[in-house]
């Protein structure tokens, strides 16, 4: 099964089809509100704007597993992304990304091993997972990776459809 095939709902409910992003490169990140890394959305917002038009997306993930740093409803973190960060981007559900509950889209990435060869569970809120326009996982970066650090732009601008 390929991660565009996988259910998972949006933030605000329904299915949020991850099909319709077939063809493009899409930064799957767990999100949280309440984290000191939580001001990365801005520049995950700044990435959306950059690129979007050139067939990219950020997806935000939210999770409350890192400390419980993502203790909102869907309307709270709805509006606080929204209120506080100007986001655009879509965003899911909030789900698990670790243990028995791990949801499977995230069954199905993380065993690509990030550049310092990290693989397995995901260590912290703002993990990102770039996926290329055919579905394959083309990188992995630590939470401490800035969304618009040279390492991230550079893969995302190799993996933008042609």
Known sequence: MSVYEVEIEGLQGGP????????????????????????QY?????????????????????????MGQEPGSSEEIAEFCSATYGVTFPMTEK???????????Y??????????????????????FLITPGGAVAARFSPQAEPESAEVVAAIEKNLPA
Do not use: I, M
């Open 107 to 128: 069954e199905r990435l993380v065993d690509v091993p990030d550049a310092d060869g990290h693989t397995g569970d995901v260590r912290w809120n703002f993990e990102k």
């Open 42 to 66: 801005a520049g995950l917002e700044r990435l959306q704007e950059r690129f979007a038009e050139r067939g990219f997306t950020v997806l935000g993930v939210p999770c409350n597993q890192f």
């Open 95 to 105: 789900v698990e990304v670790n243990g028995e509950g791990r949801h499977p889209l």
């Open 16 to 39: 949020a089809d991850l099909g319709q992003y077939q063809g493009k490169a899409v930064l799957v990140v767990n999100v949280a509100s309440k984290c000191g890394l939580t001001p």
